[in-house]
């Protein structure tokens, strides 16, 4: 392993260290009610199906945030058929992040 390689693996776990600690030290319930998801999705009008689709991928990542949250969202926000297309395609989009 030369020394770029482990320079990004130390970045990396650095960044890992940091999100796990502002996870730990906010209280995500509040943040991920479905009702405050719902109202994020409406603020953003247009721009909601990438912005959602890029949550769920973060949340596929950083494994401490829960999806099951964001997946009922999804449902009720963009209707069952629409709100199950972003809800896999942003899992899918963080399972190629993480690989």
Known sequence: MNLSHLLKLCGFLAFLWVAFL???????????????IINFLEFLGPFAPVV????????????????LPLDFAAGVFFGPFLGTLYAVSGAELGQFAVS
């Open 52 to 67: 959602f689709t890029l949550l769920m991928a973060v949340a596929v990542v950083i494994s401490p945030i829960p999806s």
């Open 22 to 36: 502002l996870l730990q030290s906010t209280d995500l319930g509040f943040y991920l009610s479905q009702d405050r």
